[in-house]
């Protein structure tokens, strides 16, 4: 059993920044790869970034690459998203998420789900 909780979101002004987290439980929190992702109104679920269980790896989506940074601190069991630079459609909710395979770098297909934050970006 895995729990993810998300925090941080709220409303900004584009070109503003925020700075989400999620906060996990459960058994060996630093062996699993971690992710973003995000989903807009009428929009399907998508892929943000991730971050290999060493915190080596880091992949983003193109639309974000060069303003979101994806970080995590095993020692809190924590893992946070950076975003600078944001953009109205930018605007979703955004979920963190546990990979359901041990010790991947890249790849992720998750097996835990947080509620989800969301973020609004005004014009």
């Known amino acids: 059993q895995v729990q993810l909780v998300e925090s941080g979101g709220g409303l900004v002004q584009a070109g503003g920044s925020l700075r989400l987290a999620c906060a996990a439980s459960g058994r060996t929190f630093s062996n699993y790869a971690m992710g973003w992702f995000r989903q807009a109104p009428g929009k399907e679920r998508g892929f943000v970034a991730t971050?290999?269980?060493?915190?080596?790896?880091?992949t983003y989506a193109d639309s974000v690459k060069g303003r979101f940074t994806i970080s995590r601190d095993n020692a809190k069991n924590t893992v946070y998203l950076q975003m600078n630079s944001l953009k109205p459609e930018d605007t979703a909710v955004y979920y963190c998420?546990?990979?359901?395979?041990?010790?991947?770098?890249?790849?992720?297909?998750?097996?835990?789900w947080g509620q989800g934050t969301q973020v609004t970006v005004s014009s």
């Open positions: 971050i290999s269980w060493t915190g080596v790896t880091k």
């Open positions: 998420a546990a990979d359901g395979v041990p010790f991947r770098s890249a790849t992720i297909q998750p097996a835990s």
